[in-house]
């Protein structure tokens, strides 16, 4: 199967993108969202979304044949590694999680095809109705390709068309996840452009922006700050900076014989998307005192990962990436051999396919991601937001792996300490498709409000 050339993305790689072309996308974009995707209403959109989702689910679906075949190439991932995330994702996509996200975010299901009245509203009699905006531009970041397909979905949920640029290297499955919403509604896929160029072309989103009403950007927080800044001041902008995430584990959910079931859980975490997302765990803090819990959690996680290496191979790896995540073993190499109470790792024979680290210092340490992972001793709770305070306003997730007794008590102290999502240790890359990105509603940043007070 080959891809036509429908988008931008599409064009090859010698291809010269101008500001003129931008311009010329964007207005057909508007154009084709008046005579195709205004005019639709929520059932119909979800009912798209579904069939296309459960399309993606089967094995022989061309598009997913086509990603899983072609996309080792062009994004580093292995294809078993492509075929869960993927998987992860479309599974979220049902009709009662679709509606589930519109009833969170906009009160009812009905809220963005007429005046209706929620709960509150009624109560002080007064109707609403949710428009989104006319053309919404998203910038993506990162091969991990779940940003881009959500901002496809909530793109046709607000019935807005859609200008997505991809970080360079990024566009593969959203293109091909495009391809096929156009396979199945072409109308539907004529009101949304992808693009890929490198960031910080300043005449191609300077051309972009002029187009847009409101503007996503995902990112470092240099290169979000730089598309706020870039904006219009008419545009609306929703911005989504560098964020980590990592793991707690207390010395009750070990005990017996749920710590084998923890550490598969553990180890997918690391391995979804080789650990390249924002959501994927740079740490794993272990309750311990004098038992060794640590300790031995980090030789059971790395015989994990050695296992599953096997079946879940992480994907190719630049020459300077492989050079750092060895320039960084060899250090623990060194520490392990003078203070081995403190410092002990474990690691993939003939290549860098995956690292453990143990280390008994509990300040918060930046992975070199790639299946590269600390496990850090800590007393309690109290030690591990410590440690991890260097990074407090940059923490997206938490995953906990704790007996049922423990929970209520550990995520109020990870919520007012500053985690936005908390979830079992096995589920850090995978979160519901109604989670609050950053702590953020979804589709506030998107839509207008119009009250009617009759």
């Known amino acids: 199967m080959t891809l036509p050339n429908y988008y931008l993305a599409d064009l090859p790689p010698e291809a010269e993108m101008s500001p003129a072309l931008v311009t010329d996308a964007c207005l057909a974009l508007k154009r084709n969202r008046t005579q195709y995707l205004a005019i639709r209403d929520t059932p119909s959109i979800l009912r798209t979304l579904v069939r296309t989702a459960e399309d993606w689910l089967e094995a022989d679906y061309p598009y997913r044949k086509l990603a899983l075949a072609q996309g080792p190439a062009h994004t580093g991932f292995s294809e078993p590694t492509i075929a869960t995330g993927l998987d992860n994702f479309f599974r979220q996509l049902t009709g009662e999680n679709l509606e589930a996200l519109l009833v969170q975010e906009l009160g009812t299901t009905q809220r963005l095809d007429a005046f209706c009245a929620s709960t509150s509203d009624s109560r002080t009699r007064r109707t609403a109705l949710a428009t989104g905006p006319e053309l919404v531009g998203h910038i993506t970041a990162g091969c991990v390709p779940n940003g881009a397909f959500m901002a496809i979905v909530l793109g046709l949920l607000t019935r807005s068309a859609q200008f997505i640029k991809c970080a360079r290297g990024g566009a593969f499955l ?6 096929s919403l156009y396979g199945s509604e072409p109308k539907l896929g004529a009101c949304i452009e992808m693009a890929e160029w490198p960031g910080g072309s300043a005449a191609l989103e300077e051309a972009l922006f002029a187009q847009c009403d409101c503007v996503t950007a995902a990112g470092s927080d240099q290169a979000v700050e730089a598309v706020r800044r870039a904006l219009p001041p008419r545009v609306r902008f929703a911005g989504y900076g560098h964020k980590v995430s990592f793991g707690y584990v207390t010395r009750e959910a070990l005990t017996g014989w749920r710590a084998k079931k923890i550490v598969t859980a553990a180890a997918t975490d690391v391995i979804a998307w080789d650990q390249l997302g924002c959501l994927s765990p740079h740490v794993f803090y272990v309750e311990d005192n004098t038992a060794g819990l640590a300790l031995q959690f980090a030789g059971q996680l790395a015989a994990e990962l050695e296992r599953r290496e096997a079946a879940e191979p992480r994907g190719k790896i630049s020459t300077e990436t492989a050079a750092h995540i060895a320039a960084r073993r060899a250090i623990y190499d060194v520490r392990a051999a003078h203070a081995p109470e403190q410092t002990r790792h474990w690691c993939s024979p003939d290549s860098t396919a995956w690292t453990v680290v143990y280390e008994s210092e509990p300040r918060f340490a930046v992975s070199c991601a790639n299946r590269f992972i600390y496990v850090k001793p800590v007393l309690d709770v109290a030690e ?46 995978n979160p519901p498709l109604t989670w609050r990105h950053d702590g953020r509603p979804l589709m506030a940043d998107l839509v207008r409000w119009t009250d009617w007070e009759p």
């Open 384 to 429: 591990a937001l410590r440690g991890a305070d260097p990074v407090r306003d940059h923490t997206s997730t938490v995953g906990l792996a704790a007996q049922e007794h423990e929970m209520e008590g550990l995520v109020k102290q990870f919520a007012r300490w500053g985690a936005t999502r908390l979830c079992p240790v096995g589920q850090m890359q």
């Open 174 to 179: 959203p293109r091909v996840f495009l391809h």
